[in-house]
Nanobody
Framework: VQLQASGGGSVQTGGSLRLSCAALGSTLNGYAIGWFHQAPGKERDWVAC????????FYGDSVKGRFTISRDDAKNTVYLQMDSLRPDDTGVYYC?????????????????????????WGQGTLVTVSS
C-alpha cells in the first residue's frame, strides 16, 4: 500500500495539529498503522500505532496523554491528533503500514516499535513547534 502523510505545519507551544495518513489508490483494511517522528539529526522514533481493527492503540511515553491515534477505514485514513505540542515534537512525521492482524495488538511496559516492524512507508510531513 502507498501511504501519504499530510497535515503538518507550524504552531506555537501548546498548540494542536491533526496529521492524516491516507492510502493512495488502495485500502488500509487489514493494515496496522504506525506513526514515527524524526527530529533533525536524530533517528526515527516510534510515536503511536493502531491495529487493523482500530480497537488497540498504543503510544510512546513522550506523547502519551497528548496524542491520539484513530482510523476511519471508510475514508482510508488514519489520523494523529497532536495536542499540547512542545518544541521537542518538532520534526518530520511518517506513517507506516503493516498488513497484519497481530501488529500493534499487544503492548507491555517499555515496549517500542521500530521502523522495521512496518513494511510500507509514505513521505513524511513536517511539524514545527516554536516556543
Amino acid at each position: 500500500v502507498q501511504l501519504q502523510a499530510s497535515g503538518g505545519g507550524s504552531v506555537q507551544t501548546g498548540g494542536s495539529l491533526r496529521l492524516s495518513c491516507a492510502a493512495l489508490g488502495s485500502t488500509l483494511n487489514g493494515y496496522a498503522i504506525g506513526w514515527f517522528h524524526q527530529a533533525p539529526g536524530k533517528e526515527r522514533d516510534w510515536v503511536a500505532c493502531i491495529d487493523y481493527s482500530g480497537d488497540k492503540k498504543f503510544y510512546g511515553d513522550s506523547v502519551k496523554g497528548r496524542f491520539t491515534i484513530s482510523r476511519d477505514d471508510a475514508k482510508n485514513t488514519v489520523y494523529l491528533q497532536m495536542d499540547s505540542l512542545r518544541p521537542d515534537d518538532t520534526g518530520v512525521y511518517y506513517c507506516a503500514g503493516e498488513e497484519s492482524e497481530w501488529r500493534c495488538t499487544t503492548f507491555f511496559s517499555g515496549q517500542l516499535y521500530y521502523p522495521q516492524d512496518f513494511a510500507s512507508w509514505g513521505q513524511g510531513t513536517l511539524v514545527t513547534v516554536s516556543s
